[in-house]
């Protein structure tokens, strides 16, 4: 059990200090075709990760912990955003940079995922707060969201 806590919190470091580096976010435009963004790991440090029910990945921003804190979408799927705050924020995914969102609205954008994210968890940033992770997981090669998540567990769980 250690060892398998162990690997996971070295893989989850070694992605970060290895997929951060390359990059940098160049404020491209959300409407626009960009190249895909590697992972910024392969598993999220949030304990528990919500599935998105339909094409729609709903995030609440809220002033101190966004909601959910993980959600695993399919690259079909595309995001909506909700500020809940008194503030503008900017929300940053991959290489796609928002128009700002102003307090206790929604935007939705629908470029999908799997247009500029690689499978992997993604941090968004919603400038000036928190924001969630989120977990892409193929759906055009006939990897089902579920049957990815049976995968890992059945994996796990043969770990010593």
């Excluded at 804190?69 to 900017?90: A, F, M």
């Amino acid at each position: 059990m250690i060892l398998r806590v162990f690997a996971v919190i070295s893989l989850s470091l070694f992605s970060v200090f290895a997929f951060g580096m390359f990059g940098a976010n160049d404020g491209v435009d959300a409407t626009a075709p960009v190249s895909l963004r590697p992972a910024d790991s392969f598993l999220p440090t949030a304990p528990v990760c919500d599935t998105s029910k339909n094409q729609t990945a709903t995030v609440v921003i809220r002033d101190d912990v966004p909601s959910p804190r993980c959600i695993k979408v399919s690259d079909t799927g595309h995001l909506r955003i909700t500020n809940d705050t008194d503030q503008e924020i900017r929300v940053i995914l991959g290489e796609v940079v928002t128009d700002l969102v102003r307090p206790r609205e929604t935007s939705e954008f629908f470029v999908p995922f799997g247009e500029y994210l690689s499978p992997g968890v993604h941090r968004l940033t919603a400038i000036p707060f928190s924001g969630p992770e989120i977990w892409l997981v193929r759906d055009r090669v006939g990897v089902r969201t579920s049957d990815m998540s049976a995968t890992i567990s059945t994996a796990e769980s043969h770990v010593d």
